[in-house]
């Protein structure tokens, strides 16, 4: 009986058309196991060859990082210093520490400036030299009140208050009373219409007081005696007397 198929007898010797079938389901003279190792040879054959060729990639990759990784770490090593030894930017740059600043010389101290010369003491006046203003005191001497158009004394007392005699001027030029009114103004002066002029040197024991009288006519007056002269207002007045350079206290005095 003559096979399923197209009609065709298979001829020995001939290979039929490879399929997936005829893969899986070898056809030949020889054994179906022959043709089985055969393949499985060709597959082992097959696979060890990829094996081998994928291992000798990760191979040669792992061996480019590993040398770049070897590289690197030995730039670090280099870099990094040594135990104990200091990095190399500081080998080149000496450290601010181990610089030495050098030190300011000490200015020297000031000199002590000189203590001042102690004041001497001014010498004592020798007897019958010159009484000077400070050895002299100035007094006005007057009534206290007087009337209006009185013709009052008023005196000016000169005293030696050294403890040494000494010589004075009192000429009449040197010696005046002047007379002020309550606002300061002046009202009179014992030298303003009759001065008078003397020569009259004195020498003046320790505490010894002269008394030099002065007229006051009971009018007013200015230095140049050309104003009228009339009787000052009732009120109060003051009295300072001079002599020469010496100036005394004002003296009270009450016109009414």
């Given at each position: 009986?003559?096979?399923?198929?197209?009609?065709?007898?298979?001829?020995?010797?001939?290979?039929?058309?490879?399929?997936?079938?005829?893969?899986?389901?070898?056809?030949?003279?020889?054994?179906?196991?022959?043709?089985?190792?055969?393949?499985?040879?060709?597959?082992?054959?097959?696979?060890?060859?990829?094996?081998?060729?994928?291992?000798?990639?990760?191979?040669?990759?792992?061996?480019?990082?590993?040398?770049?990784?070897?590289?690197?770490?030995?730039?670090?090593?280099?870099?990094?210093?040594?135990?104990?030894?200091?990095?190399?930017?500081?080998?080149?740059?000496?450290?601010?520490?181990?610089?030495?600043?050098?030190?300011?010389?000490?200015?020297?101290?000031?000199?002590?400036?000189?203590?001042?010369?102690?004041?001497?003491?001014?010498?004592?006046?020798?007897?019958?030299?010159?009484?000077?203003?400070?050895?002299?005191?100035?007094d006005v001497r007057g009534p206290g009140s007087v009337p209006v158009g009185a013709k009052p004394t008023f005196e000016l007392v000169v005293t030696n208050v050294s403890s040494v005699?000494?010589?004075?001027?009192?000429?009449?030029?040197?010696?005046?009373?002047?007379?002020?009114?309550?606002?300061?103004?002046?009202?009179?002066?014992?030298?303003?219409?009759?001065?008078?002029?003397?020569?009259?040197?004195?020498?003046?024991?320790?505490?010894?007081?002269?008394?030099?009288?002065?007229?006051?006519?009971?009018?007013?007056?200015?230095?140049?005696?050309?104003?009228?002269?009339?009787?000052?207002?009732?009120?109060?007045?003051?009295?300072?007397?001079?002599?020469?350079?010496?100036?005394?206290?004002?003296?009270?005095?009450?016109?009414?």
């Amino acid at each position: 009986m003559p096979p399923a198929g197209d009609g065709v007898p298979p001829q020995v010797g001939v290979p039929s058309r490879t399929t997936v079938l005829g893969v899986l389901h070898p056809v030949g003279p020889l054994p179906a196991a022959v043709y089985w190792r055969r393949r499985l040879l060709v597959l082992f054959l097959l696979l060890a060859v990829l094996g081998g060729g994928g291992w000798l990639m990760v191979a040669a990759l792992s061996g480019g990082a590993g040398e770049r990784t070897t590289t690197a770490a030995a730039a670090t090593t280099e870099a990094s210093p040594a135990a104990g030894e200091p990095p190399a930017l500081a080998r080149v740059v000496p450290s601010l520490a181990g610089v030495r600043t050098p030190t300011p010389a000490p200015e020297p101290a000031p000199e002590p400036a000189p203590e001042p010369a102690p004041e001497s003491a001014p010498a004592s006046p020798a007897p019958g030299d010159p009484c000077g203003d400070d050895m002299i005191g100035l007094d006005v001497r007057g009534p206290g009140s007087v009337p209006v158009g009185a013709k009052p004394t008023f005196e000016l007392v000169v005293t030696n208050v050294s403890s040494v005699p000494c010589v004075r001027v009192l000429d009449e030029g040197l010696q005046e009373i002047v007379m002020f009114d309550g606002a300061g103004n002046r009202v009179w002066g014992s030298n303003d219409c009759f001065p008078e002029n003397s020569s009259d040197t004195r020498t003046l024991a320790p505490g010894e007081s002269v008394a030099l009288p002065l007229v006051w006519g009971g009018l007013t007056s200015e230095p140049s005696c050309t104003a009228a002269r009339t009787a000052p207002a009732p009120g109060q007045y003051a009295l300072r007397g001079r002599l020469d350079t010496e100036f005394s206290a004002d003296a009270p005095l009450s016109i009414g």
